[in-house]
């Protein structure tokens, strides 16, 4: 009688354990990102194998966001976090430390792969601050060294998959080369004299770098404040010293700044840029990372003179196949 409940019980705990310890079962796998951006490079490479879930949601502040305490729920249950660094999501991972699992892995994209050589500090972030501009996703081929990294780590994470998520890694980078001679092209029917960028929040200085824009300048400072008198003067004199065909203001920062800078100079003001928040709704072609860089694209291009013709051609769907397991908080 004491075998048979000896037994018993034996098979009890390893049924118990078997069901609480995480099975190499790739439904079960999850991984957690930040911004849209990210979380749709992320999508990109994880298809339909591995849950991602958004933490940021769209059209909101992200270097201002504060997650409510139902996130660590969501932390809790992540087998990967990945995040772009660069000081970005800093109260994300002050939380995540404290509630990931031990095996978990906080990735921060922009840290590993950014080296110090080529931080951007200007007006909205500046050097003596310590933190550059994490605007890193704007630059397509940075997008696709977090891609590859993000596939190294699915493929840590789940072995089983890693032909999938290198195929899907390869349509990825496919697209990307397409988008980089995209803008190559779009950039050079742009007149020299107006491959100029004035912003009103500097999210495009890792793009401007690669694409031969010159960055004149950004309005917002580094504390998110609205400019003083005396900045707002100074930024007249560099819109009328580089007589721009344009400013740009952003979706998420509205800031009656930029319709004064654009009524005391030449300059047109257009307010449509996106720095994180893709077009359209979940499930929608456009709502991508390739979307929000066909976006931003098309309005910088136009702004400055250049040739559009081409761009909104571009093909900014998914390129996975099957069926998404990605969420994005709205």
């Known amino acids: 009688m004491r075998s048979i409940l000896k037994l018993m019980l034996i098979i009890s705990v390893l049924l118990i354990a078997g069901c609480s310890s995480h099975t190499n079962t790739t439904d079960h796998y999850v ?48 087998d990967v976090i990945i995040l772009n660094g660069f000081n970005l999501e800093t109260h994300v991972i002050e939380l995540a430390k404290t ?10 994209l922009a840290d590993i792969h950014i080296p110090e050589s080529n931080y ?23 997008g696709l060294t977090f891609a590859e990294e993000i596939t190294k780590r ?6 089983d998959n890693s032909d999938y998520y290198q195929s899907n890694y390869e349509s990825f980078k496919a697209r990307i080369m397409d988008l980089d001679q995209l803008i190559k092209d779009s950039v050079s029917s742009i007149p020299p004299n107006n491959r100029k960028l004035l912003t009103y929040h500097d999210s495009f200085p890792y793009f401007a770098e690669r694409y031969g824009l010159e960055i004149i300048g950004a309005i917002q400072p580094s504390d998110f404040s609205e400019p ?5 003067i ?46 359209g709704e979940p499930g929608d ?36 196949e099957g069926q998404t397991k990605t969420k994005y908080p709205q």
């Open 285 to 320: 072609p456009a709502h991508t990372y390739f979307g929000l860089l066909i976006y931003d694209l098309e309005i910088l291009v136009r702004g400055l003179g250049g040739d559009t013709s081409g761009i909104n051609e571009f093909d900014v769907s998914p390129t996975f």
């Open 234 to 279: 100074d930024l007249i004199k560099q819109i009328n010293k580089h007589n721009l065909p344009a400013i740009f203001g952003s979706e998420v920062f509205p800031s009656p700044i930029l319709t004064q800078l654009a009524k005391e100079s030449n300059a047109e003001y257009i307010d449509e840029l996106r720095d994180d928040d893709l077009p």
């Open 154 to 159: 699915f493929t840590d994470l789940d072995p």
């Open 120 to 142: 951007k500090f200007d007006f909205s972030f500046p050097e003596e601050n310590g933190h550059p501009n994490p605007h890193t996703w704007t630059d397509p081929m940075l």
């Open 31 to 78: 991984a957690v990102t930040s911004l849209s951006p990210l979380t749709s490079i992320t999508e990109a490479i994880a298809g339909s194998k591995i849950e991602v879930i958004g933490l940021i949601p769209e059209g909101e502040n992200s270097h201002e966001f504060e997650p409510a305490p139902s996130v660590v729920t969501t932390l809790e249950k992540a």
């Open 228 to 232: 003083t008198p005396r900045e707002v």
């Open 99 to 108: 509630s990931k699992k031990e095996t978990t892995d906080i990735v921060l």
